[in-house]
T-cell receptor, first 111, second 112 residues
Framework: DSGVTQTPKHLITATGQRVTLRCSPR?????VYWYQQSLDQGLQFLIQ???????AKGNILERFSAQQFPDLHSELNLSSLELGDSALYFC??????????FGPGTRLTVL | GQQLNQSPQSMFIQEGEDVSMNCTSS?????WLWYKQDPGEGPVLLIA?????ELTSNGRLTAQFGITRKDSFLNISASIPSDVGIYFC????????????FGTGTRLTIIP
């Protein structure tokens, strides 16, 4: 158990819908990262927050957004969902260095 | 997005055998990490490397940070059934953020 929690574990929704994925980092970690893992793309970095502020952005679509709240939990919002958004979404956290600890993931299925 | 190249893509070995895999990049990285992922789970950090040429062990696992900073290697000695999974390398440049670029993965299978 990494100490990072993610909810929900599974999510099934329809195209065009909007969903919110939630992540709670390990106690004491200020950085939260979001990654997408699909079969043909591997693990792709989406976005990083550090102590409530956005620090780095990867290949995150405009339809996706994230935020980190004062209690350091983070949410990833995915809107206007398409079939191709079906993937595993992982959250990771760290104290601010490179050793990132991953949560169990949310499996999103868009039908 | 950019990915690191890992080889081999998959390995089929017998229990007790040693395993070697590597990760290469066209860019220089200042940090290399190795993760293992079991089906349906998140990646688990195995080893972190911070200096070119560094050799670090974690039990039966040994990883090396290549001298050119463009590659890294992972060895597993005397494999056991719980070593089955997908191994990912990840690199970071450390330039103002902690973004990791992940490799394509090596799938390890142990043949009974």
């Amino acid at each position: 158990d990494s100490g990072v929690t993610q909810t929900p574990k599974h999510l099934i929704t329809a195209t065009g819908q909007r969903v919110t994925l939630r992540c709670s980092p390990r106690s004491g970690d200020l950085s939260v990262y979001w990654y997408q893992q699909s079969l043909d793309q591997g693990l792709q970095f989406l976005i990083q927050y550090y102590n409530g502020e956005e620090r780095a952005k990867g290949n995150i679509l405009e339809r996706f957004s994230a935020q980190q709240f004062p209690d350091l939990h983070s949410e990833l919002n995915l809107s206007s969902l398409e079939l191709g958004d079906s993937a595993l979404y992982f959250c990771a956290s760290s104290v601010g260095n490179l050793e990132q600890f991953f949560g169990p993931g949310t499996r999103l299925t868009v039908l | 997005g950019q990915q690191l190249n890992q080889s081999p893509q998959s390995m089929f070995i017998q229990e007790g055998e040693d395993v070697s895999m590597n990760c290469t990049s066209s860019s220089i990285f200042n940090t290399w990490l190795w993760y293992k992922q079991d089906p349906g789970e998140g990646p688990v950090l195995l080893i972190a490397l911070y200096k070119a040429g560094e050799l670090t062990s974690n039990g039966r696992l040994t990883a090396q940070f290549g001298i050119t900073r463009k590659d890294s290697f992972l060895n597993i000695s005397a494999s056991i059934p719980s070593d089955v999974g997908i191994y990912f390398c990840a690199g970071a440049t450390n330039f103002g953020n902690e973004k990791l670029t992940f490799g394509t993965g090596t799938r390890l299978t142990i043949i009974p």
